[in-house]
Nanobody, 123 residues
Framework: QVQLVESGGGLVQAGGSLRLSCAASGRTFSRYGMGWFRQAPGKEREFVADISWRGSSIYYADSVKGRFTISRDNAKNTVYLQMNSLKPEDTAVYYC????????????????WGQGTQVTVSS
């Protein structure tokens, strides 16, 4: 089993930046595609970004394109989400997730999930 632990969340003013990290355990981590999702109170979990295991394929939700950057360092078993130009509507619990399949973006396609980290953006 793969364990995922997010960190780096916090409170930031609109226009600011945060960098989220997701540390993974397991020797197979580097072969997983990794995604970030978020969930605001009372709302469904939504896709944010995904990166393939080689890092050659990257996808972003339209709402974060141009502002967020996903990356990974397989030697450190870590995936990152750099969030710039944050908006109040980015406020949510952010989750990292791992997939073994070839398709990204749908939460039902991810096999492992972290516990989440809170991001709050004030106006």
């Amino acid at each position: 089993q793969v364990q995922l632990v997010e960190s780096g969340g916090g409170l930031v003013q609109a226009g600011g930046s945060l960098r989220l990290s997701c540390a993974a355990s397991g020797r197979t981590f580097s072969r997983y595609g990794m995604g970030w999702f978020r969930q605001a109170p009372g709302k469904e979990r939504e896709f944010v970004a995904d990166i393939s295991w080689r890092g050659s394929s990257i996808y972003y939700a339209d709402s974060v394109k141009g502002r967020f950057t996903i990356s990974r360092d397989n030697a450190k078993n870590t995936v990152y989400l750099q969030m710039n130009s944050l908006k109040p509507e980015d406020t949510a619990v952010y989750y990292c997730a791992a997939r073994t399949g070839r398709v990204a973006g749908k939460e039902e396609l991810y096999d492992y999930w972290g516990q989440g980290t809170q991001v709050t953006v004030s106006s």
